[in-house]
């Protein structure tokens, strides 16, 4: 596939051609800024997907003297034909030329056979004075495509629409920042329809596309599930000498080690973060001081956090077995490690009041201290022994997994993750439920999990971010 499409995307300065860019070829290293003129220099981003070229867009400065540029062609061409030639003559003619520096930027990439993605602003009304610029692309013969994105909130998509069909073979409403995943293909294969010879690797760029969609779920799952794993198994441990016990009180041992213990937790959680935002080629997102910086209002073990991360008290108290299965036998099979018994503690937590559960009594682990042995002892803190840390663990994923998967390369805005308190885990099969559960159970008995519970953990999990994004996906 040596012949991979090539795209120059063109335009006026400012109007988010580099965003277009950004979006399609999924690098968000490329300058995006408020200041026209970001863009200096023609600058090609190929996608490649599995050491494959599906295609690659170019990114160019604005026009900055089209009339003048189209001055020139009318003034070198005899007739029609020539149109194409001209321009290509005008590149070759004006390289080095102060005046026309962005113009051959632009225009080099169009003339050595690239195709044409026009980039105008829809939220700002149409002007003749972009005439020039369709006008000479016309000339350069090259297939076309007009994007209408929108960078503010008014909408002159009309008006333009109608000036842009006269210019170009595809009229489309694109926004760089917020289109979904499907449009970016369906862009893709509208381009595939304005030249024959490209109508193939496009068709195959659409769908290796969605394979690695389908694939990067997938193995954000197993990112998830390898971070649950690790968070619900984590003990903390010091070994001490007996002079050191001697020295210190239970009580200040069990702060430093429960100390270490929520700054591990805290960490492997922004890992499996960076993990997943990296598995999605977003290399700089800025997420909110408050996260990064685990502020209290966004402790993963606070009382806020449960309510806000679509775990609510009661989805908690039926974790894994769905609304009414705990009775009777369910009971037994809901394992709450906690030193309350387990029928006290479903009481708690589905009696009305139930305001004592998720203080640290239940959640956190407690500090125990071994046998001597060889005249040390060591004191441990962890695992967690209530598995309903995990589910908020897994609440918090999902969502930062769903909007990173939705984020389109252009965004440069910061990351917040909204509250949510809503019980989307309901929509998971029980089946999921159930091994989701079990896992849990397992990890907090530090147990390893064997490679096929592993695997199952990782599908069950991969049912929980499809179950996140049609819950997302049908509130919208
Ligand atoms: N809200 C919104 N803002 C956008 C969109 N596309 C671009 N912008 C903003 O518009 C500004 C210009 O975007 P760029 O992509 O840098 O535009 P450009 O055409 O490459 O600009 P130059 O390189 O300077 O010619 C930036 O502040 C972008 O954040 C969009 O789809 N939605
Ligand atoms: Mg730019």
Not at 215 to 241: K, P
Not at 275 to 300: F, K, T
Not at 439 to 449: N, S
Not at 451 to 469: C, G, K, P, T, V
Request: with cysteine; hydrophobic share 40%; charged share 25%.
């Amino acid at each position: 596939m040596t012949n991979a499409p090539v795209f120059a995307v063109v335009g006026h300065p400012n109007k988010g051609k580099s965003s277009v860019v950004a979006t399609l070829s999924q690098n968000d290293a490329i300058a995006i800024a408020l200041e026209p003129g970001t863009t200096r220099a023609r600058q090609d981003y190929p996608l490649t997907v599995d050491g494959r070229k599906l295609y690659t867009l170019v990114d160019t400065p604005g026009f900055q003297r089209p009339r003048r540029v189209l001055q020139w062609l009318e003034a070198h061409s005899i007739s029609a034909s020539d149109h194409p030639e001209t321009a290509r003559a005008f590149v070759l003619q004006h390289r080095g030329d102060d005046r026309f520096v962005d113009e051959c930027e632009l225009l080099a990439p169009i003339v050595e056979g690239a195709g044409i993605i026009y980039v105008v602003d829809g939220s700002v009304p149409y002007s003749a004075e972009h005439e020039a610029e369709m006008t000479i692309l016309r000339w350069t013969g090259r297939p076309s495509l007009a994007l209408i994105n929108s960078i503010g909130e008014d909408d002159y998509s009309d008006t333009w629409q109608a000036a842009l069909g006269q210019f170009f073979q595809v009229v489309r409403k694109f926004d760089a920042v917020r289109a979904p995943f499907e449009q970016h293909l369906s862009l893709l294969r509208a381009f595939g329809q304005l030249e024959p010879d490209w109508e193939a690797p496009l068709e195959r760029a659409t769908r290796f596309l969605s394979e690695q969609r389908r694939q990067r779920r997938r193995q954000a799952a197993g990112l998830v599930a390898r971070a649950l794993e690790d968070l619900m198994s984590y003990q903390e441990r010091r070994t001490l000498t007996l002079n050191q016990i001697a020295e210190t009180s239970d009580a200040s041992l069990a702060e430093t080690l429960r100390d270490r213990w929520y700054r591990h937790q805290r960490q492997r959680e922004q890992a499996l973060r960076i993990d997943i935002e990296h598995l999605y080629q977003h290399q700089r997102i800025r997420r909110q001081e408050a996260e990064l910086q685990w502020h209290s209002q966004h402790d993963l073990f606070s009382e806020d956090t449960r309510k806000h991360w679509a775990v609510s008290k009661r989805y908690l108290a039926t974790a894994g077995f769905g609304a009414g299965a705990v009775s009777g036998a369910g009971i037994d099979a809901v394992t709450f490690g906690s030193s309350l018994g387990t029928g006290a503690l479903l009481g708690g937590l589905i009696g009305a009041a139930g305001s004592y559960f998720y203080g640290d009594r239940l959640v956190l682990p407690a500090l125990s201290i071994g046998p001597m042995k060889d005249g040390l002892k060591t004191a441990s803190f962890g695992p967690v022994q209530d598995s309903q840390f995990g589910y908020v663990v897994l609440g918090r994923a999902v969502d930062h997994w769903w909007h990173i998967s939705q984020r389109n390369h252009a965004g440069r805005d910061l990351l917040e993750l909204e509250p949510a308190d809503h019980h989307w885990l309901e929509q998971l099969d029980k089946a999921s439920r159930r091994e989701i559960q079990k896992a849990f159970e397992r990890c907090r008995k530090q147990r390893a999990l064997a490679h096929q519970q592993r695997e199952q953990f990782a599908a069950a999990i991969e049912h929980a971010l499809a179950a996140y994004d049609d819950w997302r996906l049908n509130r919208a």
